[in-house]
């Protein structure tokens, strides 16, 4: 992408790349000859390998795969080049693949051919069939395995017969009118792209053949060296048109930052700027700009210098290479062809160190977090996507494809939208507001808002801010603040000062750029179906996030319960089981009670800003927070980013900018009066629920209405609603609004008149389908999501995980899928469901063969000796746990479905209804009611508990209360305070008569019977105890009642005990091991080692997973159970990893070389070796014991290596694997910054390693 008039193509055979430092060499040499499309041959790979060429510069790969040992085509294309696929056809023999594409609006047909290395005119003919439906000009590249001059094309001329596969080639580019590029710009030179070492000949067999009609369009043709392959590259210029996309803006290396010299010698440079600037002008904002100016200046330096070095270096060799290879052409030489071998190897190794860096940094990576939950596994598990290329987009009607034409419809479309239409009056805003009551904060609470930028709260900003993010227009991401942060940190506070007093941010910190997101599933030609998001400058954002810190503590006071989004402290799902309530109690309802989705029209983005301020004033926000929401605001620009071309930058007069912290806060600013007004006004008629009127459901800008009088409700909705936008911007798209009915006795002519969709079988509310028949409630969420789910294992079932990242796949992906709907949808899950995903999960982890451990062993927490697999049941029972525990803590009464669920129990607390016996009274029937019986009932058995049974047990309609085999409810006891069977003890013992009269004022005729007669019930059944109840403790203790602490308490129940296995190791080593260290061994299991198949091995090792031959000759598998190496003893799995001659004096050479670097004694002990058990060895540090574990796991690897084979292992295998090791831990310590005491004990490591 050297040239934006340009495109340069490049055809390569390159002899296969199975090794991914051969792929990254590849690629590294086509980057740097700026290269747009490459047409690739022999590249020796399977489809799911050739996906890996989507790397660093490459936007799209297409392939034709065959096997990992011969054939193979690829085409890559530079992801800043206008490119748009229109048809694409492949052979099944890896020789041929074809694109029909439109590139910078001129149709193409780049064709990529690996002839057959024997005679096959057969082939050419097929090719010239393929280029007979072409619908563009055409590029044919690639090996063509024959040339097309046997006098110029030869180093050695053998002939004039003419082959049958030459005139086949002739014939193809007669009939399509090709030409040969190079040999048109070169008419009579003689080069060559291939060497045959054995006939120690030169040929051009590789070349580029065009339409004639792109004659003019060529401005360059060579043949590059022979170099990282047998074969030359060749290169190919044409200047198609000049819409080239232009090169992307300057952004931060931040890899630059691990280069320790240059990222000291930033720090010195940047602490020195400071240091002679500030003072040097009455402007800090100008320094502070002026010293990213200079900053960049060093790292471009810096960077530009490195890379001329290196181009340099390859230009001289390559252009050595050449020359040698001419001279050899014409005349061989044994002494030149060494020259000429000694010169590629050069070639070769500058190659390989660039790639060997970028395999380690990500080997680096993978070693960390190859398979753990994170990026780095979710990358892996997602499909390739196309690159994010705008193709297309309709102007008027009509379609544009040239990239500054599309880029200018994006930045109109946007230019219009963040305009504002016209600015409210003062009095409008006044009376709007007047006429609503809005909660307001405390004058504590204005006053902390109030406060002046601090230094600390300016670092907690950067800390809490995530690394990896694009940066903004100054190219600096967030990882150069926390690099430096001691040194920027005084400086951008004082930045900050200066922008409150002057009322404005410097120029830099206004800009963004808008980068487009296409939304799921709609039209990407319209332009309205993309999510602007906002790269703004880091500085910018801290300021930003410090303002959201504050604003976020202040919300929940303000902000009514309705509001679930953005509002610390409040989920989603509070709004969902209100809803299913809500549904449940108006379904029989003779009234039409409908529910209505609003969707509203950008909403983010029409956010009016005085509006805005008027809204902070009357919530009761101080004058200095406002001021800075107005700095924040003050004539902000911005400019779109698509497909590598950058708009002008235009003013922004409204909106609120997605991809700022504070912005969705300020959001639910704004919307709060309009939920506000709607609620207050009588008019609009809600749904009836717990002695409450429900209107409003909201998620952030996802509005959910309420009604059981939509006829007369909605006019008058539609007018406030109407009246709120003209002063907001805010705007509902009523057409794309939705209606769901609630009763059955509302019809779609009622909601007709005002275009909404009516959709009577239900509609998708914050991802869960809703539906107004609860019976299929369930099944239409489950279904779908079970074969989505069995779609995608059978996927990633391809890629090559161990069994700990097929647990780790299923905790990042498919339980979270499963545990959503599970969490927002309180309704009873079939068994049958259940099974149906522990079956998918077994067939993910074991790929369909005989499963090694219990699910029980693999749903037990690590630190009880299992893997910690998701249990999907125990989360559902943990889900609706968590709403039970709002009930025990009766805290949150201003929940609307607690409000309901009490009103539904009364004359009852809801917890007692739990164990209640089930009525016919419509009240039983709800399901989520329902659900909540199930759950409490399942707790308690879970406990080995009867709910019926428990001190907050109901006295009434309790099952196991029977009084004439009738349960019990006294009306005058329960009003008189009696619930609960607790309430009739004292201290656990039954209280007399006399003292329940005093207390309860029993004193009707027939009291001091009934109290006969439950003391007789009482004593039978109900056996109180002064033991604590661990449900009880529970429901106490889980922090805000969240649903991972009562899983937490629950897993451990049902998990699996390792007992067994203590037994085992201590029968084996012959030694005690009592029961508190067994607990320390398997909670210390993998807890010092970084690499997750490591810490697997260490699993394994505890759990005696590996087959040996005294277990397999058990089974009758093998012929024997001696040991596959001594060939003397049995060979029993102790055997095999410790007491075997040939293995026992490898663990002797490890802890020898260990313990000399540690200088503590190590005991040749298999406790310490293969369980990691610290009770033998002396106390270490953290440190010293991590690099310590590291070892003895490296080793027990090595020895695994070899498990069947006849071969002891070697201590240098293992002092290897250790080197590699240890170069990742320091290089990971440095990224991470951790402390110095951590990095100095590797290095000291590594040093030991590398010493003679």
Not at 755 to 776: A, C, H, Q, T
Not at 1134 to 1159: N, S, Y
Request: proline content about 4%; overall charge positive.
């Amino acid at each position: 992408m050297a040239n934006n008039s340009l495109v340069k193509v490049v055809s390569w055979n390159i002899n296969g790349c199975g090794n991914p430092v051969k792929r990254k060499k590849v690629l590294s040499y086509l980057k740097l000859q700026h290269t747009d499309i490459a047409f690739i041959q022999e590249t020796h790979l399977k489809d799911e390998e050739a996906k890996k060429f989507k790397r660093d510069w490459v936007g799209q790969v297409f392939f034709s795969s065959f096997s990992t040992k011969k054939n193979g085509v690829l085409i890559l294309v530079h992801k800043l080049l206008n490119f748009s696929l229109v048809r694409e056809f492949t052979d099944t023999n890896g020789r041929v693949i074809c694109l029909d594409a439109i590139i910078n609006g001129m149709k193409l047909t780049l064709c990529n051919v690996y002839a057959p290395n024997k005679e096959d005119p057969s082939f050419f003919h097929e090719v010239n069939k393929i280029l007979g439906n072409a619908q563009g000009q055409v590029v044919l590249a690639g090996d063509f395995n024959q040339v097309l001059d046997g006098a110029l094309d030869k180093s050695r001329f053998t002939g004039t017969v003419l082959p049958k596969d030459r005139a086949a080639i002739q014939m193809l580019m007669k009939d399509n009118g090709l030409i040969d590029a190079w040999r048109m710009v070169n008419p009579s030179k003689r080069e060559y792209s291939f060497y045959s070492h054995c006939h120690k000949s030169y040929s051009r067999i590789d070349f580029i053949l065009i339409s004639q009609s792109l004659i003019n369009a060529v401005t360059d043709c060579n043949i590059n060296a022979i170099s990282l392959s047998d074969h030359a590259p060749v290169e190919l210029c044409l200047k198609l048109h000049p819409d080239k996309l232009r090169r992307g803006r300057w952004r931060m290396n931040t890899s630059i930052l691990q280069d320790e010299v240059f990222h000291n010698e930033l720090a010195r440079d940047l602490s020195s700027f400071f240091d002679i600037n500030m003072g040097s002008t009455d402007s800090v904002a100008m320094v502070w700009e002026a010293s990213k100016a200079y900053i960049r200046g060093k790292i471009i330096a810096h960077t530009s210098r490195m890379k001329k070095e290196y181009i340099n270096t390859v230009k001289t060799l390559e252009s050595e290479l050449i020359t040698m290879e001419r001279q050899l052409a014409e005349h061989y030489s044994d002494n030149l062809f060494n020259d000429i071998c000694k010169c590629k190897i050069k070639i070769q190794e500058i190659f390989n160190k660039k790639a060997e860096y970028a395999l380690f940094r990500l080997k680096t990576t993978f070693y960390e977090a190859g398979e753990k939950t994170g990026k780095l596994l979710a990358r892996q598990l997602k499909e390739q996507s196309s690159a994010h290329v705008i193709p297309a987009i309709r102007r008027d009607g009509v379609l544009v494809t040239s990239p500054k034409e599309i880029n200018e419809v994006f930045r109109q479309f946007y230019e219009k939208l963040y305009t504002s239409e016209g600015i409210p009056s003062e009095s409008s805003l006044r009376n709007f507001f007047l006429n609503i009551t809005l909660p307001k904060l405390s004058a504590e609470q204005a006053d902390i808002l109030d406060k002046p930028v601090s230094q600390d709260e300016v670092r907690k900003a950067i800390q809490s801010m995530k690394t990896g993010k694009s940066p903004g227009t100054d190219g600096f991401p967030v990882e150069y603040y926390k690099q430096y942060m001691d040194i920027l940190i005084p400086v951008l506070t004082k930045v900050f000062e200066e922008a409150f007093q002057a009322g404005f941010l410097p120029p830099s910190l206004n800009e963004a750029l808008i980068s487009l997101i296409p939304k799921k599933g709609r039209d990407h030609t319209d332009s309205a179906n993309f999510r602007p998001i906002s790269l703004m400058n880091v500085d910018n954002k801290i300021l930003a996030k410090v303002l959201a810190l504050r604003l976020e503590t202040v919300l929940p006071g303000i902000i009514h319960r309705d509001q679930v989004g953005f509002v610390r402290g409040r989920s989603s799902t509070d709004n969902l089981r209100r809803l299913m309530h809500l549904m449940w109690l108006n379904s029989s309802n003779t009234v039409p009670v409908a529910a209505i989705s609003l969707d509203a029209e950008k909403a983010f983005d029409r956010v009016g800003w005085n509006f805005l301020h008027s809204a902070l004033s009357e919530f009761g926000f101080g004058t200095s927070f406002m001021k800075w929401v107005k700095v924040l605001y003050s004539d902000p620009k911005a400019a779109i980013t698509t497909n590598g071309v950058i708009s002008s930058f235009f003013n922004l007069s409204r909106g609120t900018r997605q991809g700022c912290p504070l912005s969705p806060l300020l959001f639910t600013i704004v919307l709060e009066p309009l939920a506000i007004a709607i609620r207050a006004n009588l008019s609009i008629k809600g749904v009836d629920g717990g002695g409450s009127e429900h209107k409003l459901m909201l998620y952030a800008d996802d509005i959910l209405f309420l009604t059981s009088d939509p006829q007369n409700s909605l006019p008058v909705l539609m007018h406030i609603i109407s009246e709120y936008s003209q002063l907001s911007g805010y705007k509902i798209n009523w057409t794309k609004s939705e209606a769901m009915p609630i009763s059955k006795h509302c019809h779609p002519h009622i909601l007709t008149k005002y275009n909404f969709r009516w959709i009577p079988k239900g509609m998708v509310y914050l991802g869960i389908k809703i539906s107004p028949d609860f019976s299929e409630m369930t099944a239409l969420n489950y279904e779908t999501l079970l074969q989505k789910i069995k779609t995608n294992i059978g996927k990633w079932g391809k890629l090559n995980l161990t069994l700990c990242g097929k647990i780790n796949v299923v905790k990042m992906v498919i339980a979270p899928q499963f545990n959503y709907i599970s969490m927002m949808l309180p309704l009873n899950i079939p068994d049958h469901i259940f099974k149906q995903y522990d079956n998918l999960i077994k067939e993910f982890l074991w790929a369909g063969r005989k499963p090694r451990f219990k699910m029980n062993k693999l749903f037990t927490p690590k630190s009880k000796g299992g893997l910690s697999l998701p249990n999907v049941r125990l989360y559902n029972l943990s889900f609706e746990l968590a709403k039970i525990a709002k009930h025990w803590s009766g805290t949150v009464s201003d929940l609307g479905w607690v409000t309901i669920e009490q009103a539904l129990a009364t004359p009852f607390h809801p917890i007692q209804v739990l164990a209640q016996q089930v009525t016919g009274l419509v009240e039983d029937r709800n399901p989520v009611i329902q659900h909540s019986r199930g759950v409490w009932a399942k707790i308690h058995k879970l406990h080995k508990l009867s709910h019926y049974k428990q001190q907050y047990s109901s006295l009434w309609l309790n099952p196991e209360l029977k009084i004439d085999k009738r349960t019990v409810f006294w009306k005058k006891w329960v009003e008189n305070g009696i619930h609960t069977i607790n309430d009739l003890y004292k201290a656990g013992v039954l209280k007399s008569f006399a003292e329940l009269s005093q207390e309860y004022h029993l004193q009707e005729k027939g009291d001091f019977w009934k109290y006969l007669q439950i003391r007789h019930c009482l004593s039978k059944k109900i056996q109180l105890t002064v033991v604590d109840n661990p449900i009880v403790d529970c429901l106490q203790s889980s922090v805000n009642h969240r649903a991972s602490g009562f899983y937490n308490n629950t897993v451990c129940l049902t998990s699996s005990s390792c007992e067994h296995l203590r037994l085992i190791w201590q029968r084996d080593l012959e030694c005690n091991i009592d029961e508190d260290t067994w607990e320390h061994i398997l909670a210390d299991s993998g807890k010092y080692i970084r690499e997750v198949r490591c810490k697997f091995i260490q699993f394994k090792i505890l759990h005696r997973f590996y087959w040996t031959p005294s277990r397999l000759f058990r089974i009758g598998l093998i012929n024997s159970s001696t040991c596959w190496k001594c060939k003397k003893e049995t060979g029993t799995f102790l055997h095999l990893i410790w007491d075997c001659a040939m293995v026992k004096p490898f663990w002797g050479k490890i802890l020898k070389f260990l313990e000399t670097w540690i200088t503590v004694n190590l005991p040749l002990c298999p406790r310490l070796c293969l369980l990691g058990d610290k009770s033998v060895i002396p106390r270490l540090t953290k440190e010293v014991h991590s690099v310590l574990m590291v070892g003895l796991a490296s080793a027990a690897r090595i020895i695994l290596r070899h498990w069947k084979a006849p071969e002891q292992p070697t201590f240098q295998e293992w002092k290897v694997l250790m080197t590699e090791t240890a170069s990742y831990e320091v290089m990971l310590t440095r990224i991470r910054g951790k402390r110095p005491v951590e990095l100095s004990h590797w290095v000291s490591f590594q040093v030991y390693l590398t010493s003679p």
